[in-house]
Structure formats: C-alpha cells, structure tokens
C-alpha cells in the first residue's frame, strides 16, 4: 500500500464531494448544529448551575441565620443539599434533568432528591434539547451515511474500480483513502470544539481525564461508523441498496436497541415509586418500634437497659437527658430502614445497568451514550453516589443535634429550653462534592470494549475481503 496512492485517493474524494455540493452543505450543517447546539446546552446547564448555587447560599444562609432553639427542632427544621455538576454535562447532561439536584435532610427520614427540571416545563418546554452529544451520536452517522454511501459503489457502477485495481492500486489504499476523506473531516470538527471546551474545563475535578476520556470514545464511535459505511458500500452492488442497508442499521443501533434495551431492562428489574417504598419503611417502623409509645415493647427494653448501665431507677436521675437518648436510638432504627430501602432501589438500577451492559455489544451508539454519562459525571452511578454523600451528611448532622439534645439539654426542662445559635453554626455540614471518575469504571470498561468491537468487526471484514481481491 502506497501512502502517495492513499492521499491521491483522499483528495480525489473530498473534490468529488466538494463538486458534488451535497456532502459540503451537511458538513457546514453539522457545523451550525454543534454550535447551536452548544450554545443551548451551555444556557440550560447555566441556569441549572445558578439554581444550585443559589439554593446553596440560600440554605447556608437559612441555616446560620437560625435563633437559639432546641435541638431536635432544628434537626425538623432540617437542611438542604445540591447536586454538584460537571461542566462536561453541558455536552452530555444524561439524567440531570430527570434524577433531581436537591435533597431536603431531616431528622427520621432519608428523602430522595426533588425539583428535577424536566417535570418543570411547559408543553412546549417537554421537547428534548439538542445536546452535543446527542449531535455526533445521532447525526453525525447520518451525514456520514449520506456522504459515503455511494463511494464504492459509484466507482464499481462506473468501471473506475475494476481500472485502478487493475492498474496496479492496492484495494486497501483505496478503501484506506476514502476512509480518511470521510473521517477526517468531522475529527477536525470533533477536535476543535474539544479543544474549546478544554480551555473552560480544565480546572474542574478530573476535567481534563474526563474530556480526553470522551474524545476518545467519540472519534472510535465515528471512525466505525466510517468503516461500516465504506463496508456496506463495497459489498453492495447498487447505490440504493447501500444507502436502505445503512439507513436500517442506523435506526436499529441509534433508536430501536437504545430504547429497547431501556425498556427491556425496566420490565426484567421493575424499581418501584418513592410512595411505596416509604410505605414499606413505615410499615416496617412500626414493627421495629415506637418510640411515641411508652408501651412499645422495643423502646420498655432500651429504657431498661440504659437505666441498668447508668445505675439508676429513674430517667430524671439520669445525668444525660434520657429525651436525647430515646431520640439516639429512634435516628438509628430509622435510618436502618430507609437505608435498606434506598439499598433495594440502588439495587434494582444496579441490575437494570448489568443487564444493559450485557447486551451493550448491539449498539455502539448506546455505548457511546454511556461512556459521555460516565464522564459528564451525570450517570446513575454518579447520582448514587451523591445520594450516598447526602445522607452521611444527614445522618452527621442529625447524630450531633440528638448528641446536644442528649447532653447539653436537661431532662426537667427538656421542652422548654433553648439552646446558643453557634451550636448550629459549628454543626457539622460538609460539601458534598462530585464523585470521582472511579465510581463509573465498569460502564467505562464497556463501552469502550464494544467500541472497539464495533471497529474491529467491520475492520477485519474489509480486510479480509480485500486480501481476496
């Protein structure tokens, strides 16, 4: 294979496209669609962002701003945490807009997050924006389909085919040649939107790591794309056969598996509403203990086992305030059981992502989806992980107000009394920050395991058919 045969063949086609007008005007198209496409996204995640960091200075401000008061009221007045955002879901926002960014914490319930902006449009509002990612995983193929479907099969049509490779051009120039004009192109494109946004995300966690763990994906997923292309087209005898096969293929892996897959997964592993899983939690509270009734058998059997550690026979002769103590143990029971809920909901998406995964070879264009979710940081796995961080948070807090409750309150006067403002200011609130790219690796690990086999695959056909030739 001759490198001067290759470039020839290259130039040759990108003049053919150019005369041919059609694959200029998409490329300039695809061109204006990132852009628009950019710009749209970059409004909606800045809106979002400013939503999170008000609600942020809003729930600092509320929570310093707190008078003297009681400590388990002030563990019910609760406190509000955001979600943290990648810069990268501009390009990608995954399921941002569909999982929620607050959680409310509160004493004696672990809360799922809320005000997830899709549920927030009008009419008009519920259409889909155009993402970036959404453009190279949709549209990009179409163009690429659109402009190469005829490559071949034009030259085969018209005798230049059989007259270059009877001239002494090795089949495998040819094909490498109009691989380049098709690909390079839209990698330029590709590289230097990618390396606009490198200038804006470097500073953020993983930002580079992120980005360049995206690009990669991104130009594999297309380079196969430009293989299938050039392959169809060589084993294709007529021009509209090319292009039906194509256009079949792009609906099969960029519409009906995705959404399939999805679907499938949810009915395989059904997660249930966030009403029935509470419902369960209390049901099963209720079983645990009650520690409103003085009856209850569980709170008569802490009572007595307190009483018998501290050595005494009454709760007023107790030196810490048995009303802290009670409420101690009723914290732990019940986030025992919200967090055996949460786990079972964790779960279920935990199995419907494995089994997704496993049938992640039939589309590279789910793949691709998958691996720009990972890296935006708005996947599942980066929005369990922030559930997680919330409720330690919760749970934190919550033990250091039932600790002020049981030790700095006393128990004669336990309703009445007020506790300083600076015992709230000093409460333990950390930042919840966003998850590391290590939590996403098994989506990571299989994405780019089928893109590579979707390259591979199509590859390893033209190559051993060309060998033939």
Same mark, same amino acid.
């Given at each position: 294979?001759?490198?001067?045969?290759?470039?020839?063949?290259?130039?040759?086609?990108?003049?053919?496209?150019?005369?041919?007008?059609?694959?200029?005007?998409?490329?300039?198209?695809?061109? %204006?669609?990132?852009?628009?496409?950019?710009?749209?996204?970059?409004?909606?995640w800045?809106?979002?962002?400013?939503?999170?960091a008000?609600?942020?200075?809003?729930?600092?401000?509320?929570?310093?701003?707190?008078?003297?008061?009681?400590?388990?009221?002030?563990?019910?007045?609760?406190?509000?945490?955001?979600?943290?955002?990648?810069?990268?879901?501009?390009?990608?926002?995954?399921?941002?807009?569909?999982?929620?960014?607050?959680?409310?914490?509160?004493?004696?319930?672990?809360?799922?997050?809320?005000?997830?902006?899709?549920?927030?449009?009008?009419?008009?509002?519920?259409?889909?924006?155009?993402?970036?990612?959404?453009?190279?995983?949709?549209?990009?193929?179409?163009?690429?389909?659109i402009?190469?479907?005829?490559?071949?099969?034009?030259?085969?049509?018209?005798?230049?085919?059989?007259?270059?490779?009877?001239?002494?051009?090795?089949?495998?120039?040819?094909?490498?040649?109009?691989?380049?004009?098709?690909?390079? /192109?839209?990698?330029?494109?590709?590289?230097?939107?990618?390396?606009?946004?490198a200038?804006?995300?470097?500073?953020?966690?993983?930002?580079?790591?992120?980005?360049?763990?995206?690009?990669?994906?991104?130009?594999?997923? %297309?380079?196969?794309?430009?293989?299938?292309?050039?392959?169809?087209?060589?084993?294709?005898? #007529?021009?509209h056969?090319?292009?039906l096969?194509?256009?079949?293929?792009?609906?099969?892996?960029?519409?009906?598996?995705?959404?399939?897959?999805?679907?499938?997964?949810?009915?395989?592993?059904?997660?249930? /509403?966030?009403?029935?899983?509470?419902?369960?939690?209390?049901?099963?509270?209720?079983?645990?203990?009650?520690?409103?009734? /003085?009856?209850?058998?569980?709170?008569?059997?802490?009572?007595?086992?307190?009483?018998?550690?501290?050595?005494?026979?009454?709760?007023?002769?107790?030196?810490?305030?048995?009303?802290?103590?009670?409420?101690?143990?009723?914290?732990?029971?019940?986030?025992?059981?919200?967090?055996?809920?949460?786990?079972?909901? #964790?779960?279920?998406?935990?199995?419907?992502?494995?089994?997704?995964?496993?049938?992640?070879? %039939?589309?590279?264009?789910?793949?691709?989806?998958?691996? #720009?979710?990972?890296?935006?940081?708005?996947?599942?796995?980066?929005?369990?992980?922030?559930?997680?961080?919330?409720?330690?948070?919760?749970?934190?807090?919550?033990?250091?107000?039932?600790?002020?409750?049981?030790e #700095?309150?006393?128990?004669?006067?336990?309703?009445?009394?007020?506790?300083?403002?600076?015992?709230?200011?000093?409460?333990?609130?950390?930042?919840?920050? %966003?998850?590391?790219?290590?939590?996403?690796?098994?989506?990571?690990?299989?994405?780019?395991?089928?893109l590579?086999?979707?390259?591979?695959?199509?590859?390893?056909?033209?190559?051993?058919?060309?060998?033939r030739?």
């Amino acid at each position: 294979m001759s490198n001067s045969f290759v470039i020839i063949i290259m130039r040759n086609e990108w003049r053919a496209m150019w005369h041919a007008r059609i694959p200029a005007i998409l490329l300039s198209l695809l061109i %204006l669609l990132l852009t628009v496409a950019g710009f749209a996204s970059h409004h909606h995640w800045q809106h979002h962002a400013q939503r999170v960091a008000k609600a942020n200075q809003q729930s600092n401000q509320d929570w310093q701003s707190q008078p003297n008061r009681h400590p388990h009221r002030v563990s019910h007045y609760g406190d509000f945490v955001a979600k943290p955002i990648h810069l990268l879901s501009v390009i990608e926002p995954g399921i941002i807009d569909q999982s929620g960014h607050l959680v409310y914490l509160e004493g004696h319930r672990l809360n799922s997050a809320n005000f997830n902006p899709a549920t927030e449009f009008t009419s008009l509002g519920r259409f889909p924006i155009i993402t970036p990612a959404a453009v190279i995983q949709w549209f990009i193929p179409l163009l690429l389909i659109i402009a190469g479907y005829a490559c071949i099969t034009s030259e085969r049509r018209e005798g230049t085919l059989q007259y270059l490779i009877g001239n002494g051009t090795h089949p495998i120039s040819i094909v490498v040649g109009k691989w380049l004009a098709l690909f390079l /192109p839209v990698m330029c494109v590709l590289l230097i939107f990618s390396t606009l946004f490198a200038f804006f995300v470097w500073q953020q966690p993983e930002g580079l790591l992120r980005l360049g763990l995206m690009v990669i994906g991104q130009c594999l997923y %297309l380079a196969s794309w430009c293989l299938i292309v050039l392959a169809v087209s060589w084993f294709s005898q #007529q021009q509209h056969s090319a292009l039906l096969a194509l256009l079949l293929l792009w609906v099969c892996v960029c519409v009906i598996f995705p959404k399939g897959l999805a679907n499938l997964a949810q009915i395989t592993y059904p997660t249930h /509403p966030r009403t029935e899983a509470e419902y369960h939690a209390e049901e099963k509270l209720k079983t645990i203990g009650d520690s409103h009734n /003085p009856n209850d058998t569980h709170f008569a059997e802490f009572k007595a086992n307190i009483l018998k550690r501290y050595g005494v026979s009454s709760t007023d002769d107790l030196l810490v305030n048995y009303n802290g103590l009670l409420m101690q143990e009723g914290e732990r029971l019940t986030t025992a059981v919200y967090r055996e809920q949460q786990a079972l909901h #964790q779960t279920q998406l935990l199995k419907q992502n494995t089994w997704i995964r496993r049938w992640l070879w %039939l589309s590279p264009a789910l793949a691709l989806h998958y691996l #720009q979710m990972a890296v935006s940081g708005s996947d599942v796995a980066h929005h369990n992980a922030f559930i997680e961080q919330s409720e330690q948070r919760r749970f934190g807090l919550i033990s250091y107000l039932n600790q002020l409750h049981t030790e #700095q309150v006393h128990h004669h006067d336990d309703k009445n009394q007020r506790l300083d403002a600076d015992f709230w200011k000093n409460a333990p609130r950390p930042t919840v920050l %966003l998850a590391t790219l290590q939590v996403s690796t098994p989506s990571l690990i299989a994405a780019i395991a089928v893109l590579l086999l979707w390259l591979l695959i199509p590859l390893m056909l033209l190559l051993r058919t060309l060998k033939r030739t």
